[in-house]
Every structure is written in C-alpha cells, then in structure tokens.
C-alpha cells in the first residue's frame, strides 16, 4: 500500500493536498482506507479532470452559436420506421432478428449504473415496483423478456438458444443488484448467462476545481455516465466474454424503461439488413420543446444534440409533411455490432468529451461537519454512451412508437411526467390494448362494460386493468388463442398459469 508521504506528494503535484486535510483525526483504519483510494487517483489525470470540470461549468449554456447552420435531419434513406413499413418489410426485418438470435448471435447490455434517489430510494433503480397488480420489479419484467424472446426465436428455428444479458452497473449498485438476482434465483436465467461488471468512478469536484470529501476519509465519488461502458468493456474483458459466445450484435438500454423490448428482432433485423454498425432507436418528439435529445447530423456527422444545445427558432422548424424538423428524439436504446465496439475501446474512448452535470453533492465542511446541500454545489463529469455516433462507418435510426416502446421511469410521485403511475398506466394500456386487438372483453369491477372509447386517455389507467406477463407475449403476438371471444374482469393477470389454463377445454 502506498505511504503517506508518497500519497501527499501526489495530491501536491495534483493540486489537491486538501484532501488530507483530517489526517490527524483520523483513526488507524480510516486513514488505510483513505490512502487505498487516493492511491488509485493518477496525478495528472486527476489534474486534467479538476481543470476540466472547472472549465466546463465555467462556460456559458444554452444554445450554440452558429449551430443551426451545421445542423441537418437524417438522411431519409438512413431511417427506418416501425409503424410505417409495409407488413412484408417489417416481417423481413423481424425475420432476420429472429435468425440471428436463433443463431447466438445477439447479446443485450443494461445499462444500470444509477441508483433511484430521484425516487426516493437508496437502492437500484432496477429493482423498483411501479405498482403492477403481479407486483414485478423492471429487473424482473427485462428478464423475462429476454427468455420469450429465446423461446420465440429458438421455436421458430427448432434450436435452443441464448441471449446473454451484461449488467453495467457501479460501485453504488453491484452488490445490491447482484444479490437481488440471486435472491430470486435470475428469474429462471441460467447465471452463467448473466455477467454483471461495474463502470468507473470519478471523483465530484467544486465548482473551483477541488475535489469534494464526502466524509473526513471518504473522496465524493460518481460513475463516469452511461459512456463509461466504453471503459468498462475494456477493464473487464466483456467484448473477449462476447467473442468466445458468438455474439456479433449487442443491443444497449437504460434500465429505466419499463416498455424497453430486450433484443428486439425487428430492431435487430433492420439493422443487421442495412449492414449498419451502429444505430439508434428514436421516438417522435411530442412537441418541439420537449427535453429529449435530438438524433441528427451535425457537419454531416450523426450524433445526439442536447436539447438545450438547439434554439427555440431551431426546434420549431417544420419539415414538407408538416412535421418537426428535428424530431428524433433520443431514448437510450442502441445497436452495436461487436466490432464496431471493439474500435470504440481500441481507437475512440480517449476521443469522447466529458459532459458536466451540476449536482448537489453532500460534503464536510472546514470543520469536518456533514453538509447536505439544499442546491448545486459540485459537478460530476459523465460520458454519455451515444456520443460514438459519430465514429460509426453506418449509422441508422430506426424509430418507434412512443405508446408501444418508450415509458421512462425518472422522478417520484406526484410528478405529472416519468413517474411510477405514468410508467404503470403506459404498460397496463398497451396490455389492454393487445387484449382487444386479441378479441377479450373486460367487466369492470362492478360487473358491467367499460364505456367504448375512440381510444384510450393520455394520461390515466385504462377502462379495465389487464396485465400480460412478458412469458405469454413479447410483443402482442400468440394473445387470440387464450383472449378472443372470452370476458375478463378487470383486474385481469394472464401469467403463464392462466394462459394454461384458458387452453383446458372448457365445460359445455
């Protein structure tokens, strides 16, 4: 372990001695365990960090000038749609995503770093409970949907076969996560087939440029944002893990979508058909301010702008159809072949640009009292996983309904917006949706019919609540043989016990 003096010369030449400034009130333990984390902190790269940060928060936000000159929609022939492709070019695109399943050919990547506090929990976001009448957790709903998605494609193909999953996660959620999934026996995955890694930290600094000390023997710490998985890939060897699988497509997500389709073989499919390396799914933005990333080309280059990167004139600009001009909106949900990744850790991380995220960042005081600050005190640098768009040889979008696939899950009750009840109301619509289109119908709680609605209200629970398990259906599909020409009433589960039973013939 390095000495002291060794310690406090590093600080020096990094601009950073305070940090030992309670040395010696410290007891024996405390100050080991101080010294194995500064230890680890290089001098000049935790200099470059300090200035960095400092320079990054130091300049102006907002909109960047002379943005809108360099900034172009993607070219028609890179987008693909979901809802707007005739049925035999979807059915192709799903086709191919199911062989190359089928195959072993494709991985998921959660990325699953953060904790929930904006939920106002302490532990990961993964495994919170929206409210679901079968009470699961994301973890649980995401785990499931991989082993339909195996079943599907292994039927289809008459072979058995396997996605693994890879689990980002940090310090903060490794164990807690791991144990989850132990406690639960990996929801029926086999483990070998669920490899957990943790990103990098960095350490929270001031807005001056020092490093924060959350405890007298404790460094502020944050994962280094969702394109640390870039680092991590490397510090752990998941793409030689990936290689000696077979895996050749690797489908990245944020755990906090709870409509999130793991391996989605139309995704999959449409991309590997364009031979892109690298592609993005995209929802339509609602309205031209809304805070969501804009996927788009900028000097002919596709990346993701900010949304407070692009000026109001820009966001409201109309395309020929009517349309937003800018209106890909960025939902962490990304394709990546191996290689292509294999080149981003090789060739292109060194090249990313921190982002900074101003934070309230708890921290003690001179006189080594625990401060929580009741506004921004600090700033974490974080790499975002969608700024390697612009390395990629073929870039593709691909973009889906915001109803059928994106429902984020980001701030407590009562916010009007990615709450718990907007992420239940949004799964619990589409289920009862794939239940009329499958031929149910519900008796509300009182026994008598739902109202008939021209469709179902934005924001509120539908007329009748239906859950359908990811084990019976993926995606909507195989729902007639249990649901059409039958009533329901509402509350309605169609786990897998039920849908067995719904198949025993029934008495005359």
């Not at 975002?384 to 889906?400: G, I, W």
């Amino acid at each position: 372990m390095a000495s002291e003096q060794d310690v406090r010369a590093r600080l020096q030449r990094a601009g950073q001695e305070h940090l030992l400034r309670f040395w010696a009130e410290l007891a024996p333990e405390s100050r080991a365990a101080l010294l194995a984390e500064l230890a680890l902190l290089e001098p000049e790269a935790l200099r470059e960090h300090c200035r960095r940060a400092a320079e990054a928060c130091a300049r102006p936000h907002g909109p960047l000038p002379g943005l809108a000159e360099r900034l172009r929609p993607l070219p028609a022939e890179r987008v693909g749609r979901a809802s707007r492709s005739d049925p035999e070019t979807r059915r192709r695109w799903e086709e191919e995503g199911f062989r190359q399943i089928a195959l072993n050919k494709v991985a998921v990547l959660l990325l699953a770093g953060g904790q929930g506090t904006r939920l106002g929990v302490t532990y990961p976001k993964g495994m919170y409970r929206v409210g679901l009448p079968s009470g699961k957790t994301l973890y649980q709903l995401q785990a499931e949907r991989i082993r339909r998605v195996e079943q599907l494609a292994g039927e289809r193909h008459g072979t058995c076969c396997t996605v693994p999953w890879y689990v980002m996660t940090s310090e903060f959620t490794l164990g807690p996560t791991a144990e989850f999934f132990r406690e639960h026996d990996f929801f029926h995955l086999d483990p070998a087939n669920v490899v957990m890694f943790e990103q990098r930290l960095l350490p929270a600094v001031t807005f001056d440029g020092k490093v924060i000390l959350e405890r007298k023997d404790k460094v502020a710490m944050a994962p280094d944002g969702n394109g640390g998985l870039y680092c991590a890939l490397e510090d752990h060897k998941i793409l030689e893990d990936m290689e000696r699988r077979g895996v050749e497509f690797v489908h990245v997500y944020c755990v906090d979508n709870i409509l999130v389709r793991l391996a989605d073989p139309v995704f999959i499919g449409f991309c590997v058909l364009q031979g892109a390396d690298c592609g993005a799914k995209v929802v339509e933005k609602a309205y031209p301010e809304e805070p969501v990333g804009v996927v788009c080309q900028v000097d002919g280059v596709p990346q993701v702008v900010e949304y407070s990167e692009i000026s109001p004139d820009t966001a409201q600009l109309r395309a020929s159809d009517g349309g937003l001009l800018y209106n890909a909106g960025n939902i962490c949900n990304h394709f990546f072949t191996r290689g292509f990744l294999k080149a981003v850790t090789r060739e292109f991380e060194p090249l990313l640009k921190p982002h900074v995220a101003v934070k309230k960042v708890p921290y003690v005081d001179e006189e080594g009292n625990l401060i929580k600050p009741l506004k921004p005190n600090g700033i974490k640098m974080e790499k975002f996983v969608f700024d390697v768009f612009r390395f990629a040889k073929n870039f593709v979008a691909f973009e889906v309904l915001r109803e059928e696939e994106f429902s984020p899950l980001k701030n407590a009750e009562p916010a009007d917006r990615d709450s718990p009840r907007t992420s239940r109301q949004a799964l619990l619509a589409q289920h009862y949706r794939w239940a009329l289109q499958a031929g149910a119908r519900f008796l509300d709680a009182h026994g008598a019919w739902p109202p008939e609605l021209p469709g179902l209200p934005p924001n509120g629970d539908p007329p009748a609540i239906c859950e359908i398990s990811p084990l019976v259906s993926y995606s909507g599909e195989g729902l007639e043989v249990y649901l059409q020409g039958r009533e329901f009433q509402s509350p309605f589960i169609l786990d897998e016990d039920q849908a067995r039973e719904l198949l025993q013939p029934q008495e005359s």
